[in-house]
């Protein structure tokens, strides 16, 4: 047997599989993350650890898993961070996450050194106050004190290892998404970090992400029970690890959706895609040689989440599932109301740092089912936008499986085949996506499985969306009404951003 660790943004789930990569058993254990104004999101890289050992801990109480029997460990992690380390491979500071956006200095500083064009070609990837080095840049700029005993910068999963191994190092779909990599030599870009100010020694070895990069330390033997020669696979990123999980592991798969926290698009590629208008990314893949060219929202599932807590606060009140079901009854844009779904700036297709949220449109005959409705083809007409960026490039697109917690809900599937123009189909690992991927990336690197082909036999479609024309037709009529809302709001969204200072 092995075990997945897909640290997340709001716990780490800890998952329990069988040496061809089957699920068994899956616990998550939380841990908090800080928001603030200015675009601050950060959180306490121990509580990573301590999450890892008591999810490990309680995987192996609640299933009766002799730790004899568990051969290795896998971890699959939030990407797009900045982990800044001391000589002893200790924490200097809080980690700044994905969702963070305050380098838009430094971010600006690298469009100037290198132009984003340039960039793009290099790295697969917009330079922008999301990405891994600007956010290293910033701490170097803003907290001098704190910089002077940084040695090494990584991600989540990576410090995660090193913990577990006492070895740092990173893979490619880790290192494509820290906008230090250069794709087309799979090596650390010089040019980049050149541009940059940052000395390439503080980044981690790049290692495959099936490659056995150890085993357990003492220390860490003892505090998750499991034995010191417990081997331990590197892992890689959730977004592609979400891909493996989705059975995505080569171009005639398809495309898929997770609708997670954030909620992207993406498919696999043997080359990156690059799109002229750079709405578009791409990743490296978990899987050795392959690209995983991505479109990624920042507030997917987190737009519906956050509408759920302001709507119905309190253990008595209806759940997020009551309110998604109630607007599966209103009409929004049918009526002109539109949500903007930009609560942490935007990636995809907009690359707006300073974007936030509004809905557009209300009336005082709204209700909250008419708002959550809001919320749901907010997030959907933003992921057509990409959907539409990936088109433009040539790619076909004409089925979508969806992932993640949000592809737990029919309504909000059937407003997605119906905007999108294509059968959206749910799978079996609707909230499992990134702990299978892991599992079975796990399983390819301690020679448990042939290929990643495996992960085509690990779920399968339990329920198909088919659009309705008439309806693709109206929610496409609709969709130059929610673009010119950004249009119109772009201006005054900057302008607010230099009033917050």
């Not at 709507?311 to 009526?335: C, I, M, R, W, Y």
């Not at 959907?380 to 040539?394: E, K, M, N, P, V």
């Amino acid at each position: 047997m092995l075990i997945a660790h897909d640290l997340g943004t709001t716990g780490n789930k800890a998952s329990l599989h069988d040496e061809a990569g089957r699920l068994l058993a899956a616990v998550t254990v939380g841990y908090p993350v800080r928001f603030d104004v200015g675009g601050v999101a950060e959180q306490d890289p121990d509580d990573w650890r301590d999450a890892v050992v008591a999810a490990t801990r309680r995987l192996l109480d609640e299933t009766g898993t002799d730790p004899r029997k568990v051969t290795g460990l896998v971890v699959s992690g939030q990407m797009m961070g900045a982990v800044l380390l001391d000589a002893d491979f200790r924490p200097v500071r809080p980690a700044i996450i994905w969702a963070d956006t305050r380098a838009e200095r430094q971010t600006r500083q690298l469009v100037e050194r290198l132009g984003q064009e340039r960039a793009y070609g290099i790295l697969g990837h917009r330079l922008n106050p999301t990405y891994s080095l600007a956010k290293v840049m910033w701490v170097r700029d803003s907290e001098p004190d704190v910089w002077a005993r940084v040695r090494h910068a990584c991600v989540a999963k990576d410090v995660v290892v090193q913990w577990l191994t006492g070895r740092l190092a990173t893979e490619r779909s880790d290192a494509s998404a820290m906008n230090a990599y250069d794709q087309r030599t799979g090596t650390w870009s010089e040019e980049v970090l050149a541009a940059a100010g940052v000395d390439p020694r503080i980044l981690p070895e790049i290692v495959e992400s099936t490659d056995v990069v150890g085993t357990l330390t003492v220390e860490a033997a003892e505090a998750t029970g499991l034995p010191r020669g417990t081997r331990v696979v590197m892992g890689g990123g959730d977004g592609p690890m979400a891909a493996v999980g989705a059975g995505v592991v080569a171009p005639e798969d398809g495309a898929y959706v997770c609708l997670g926290t954030s909620s992207w698009i993406s498919f696999a590629s043997p080359e990156p895609v690059l799109d002229p208008e750079m709405r578009t990314f791409t990743f490296n893949h978990v899987v050795p040689g392959m690209f995983a060219p991505t479109a990624t929202m920042q507030a997917g599932g987190a737009s519906v989440q956050w509408l759920s807590e302001i709507l119905a606060p309190g253990p008595d009140a209806a759940s997020l599932g009551d309110l998604v079901a109630e607007a599966d009854t209103a009409d929004a844009a049918g009526g002109g109301l539109f949500f903007l779904p930009y609560l942490l700036g935007e990636r995809s297709p907009r690359w707006d740092p300073d974007a936030r949220g509004a809905f557009v449109g209300l009336g005082r005959h709204h209700t909250r089912a008419h708002l959550m409705r809001a919320v749901l083809e907010g997030v959907s007409y933003t992921l057509l936008q990409c959907i539409d960026a990936f088109r433009s490039g040539g790619a076909t697109i004409d089925r979508i499986d969806a992932v993640g917690g949000g592809a737990a809900s029919d309504a909000w599937l059937r407003i997605m085949a119906d905007m999108w123009g294509v059968p959206v189909r749910r799978r079996t690992v609707v909230e499992e996506a990134n702990s299978l991927g892991a599992a079975v990336t796990g399983a390819v690197g301690l020679g448990l499985v042939d290929g990643f082909g495996a992960a085509r036999d690990l779920s399968e479609i339990t329920a198909e969306f088919a659009p309705d024309p008439s309806r693709t037709a109206a929610y496409r009529a609709r969709l130059p009404l929610f673009d010119e809302a950004y249009g119109h709001l772009a201006p005054w969204f900057r302008r607010a951003a230099e009033a917050r200072g």
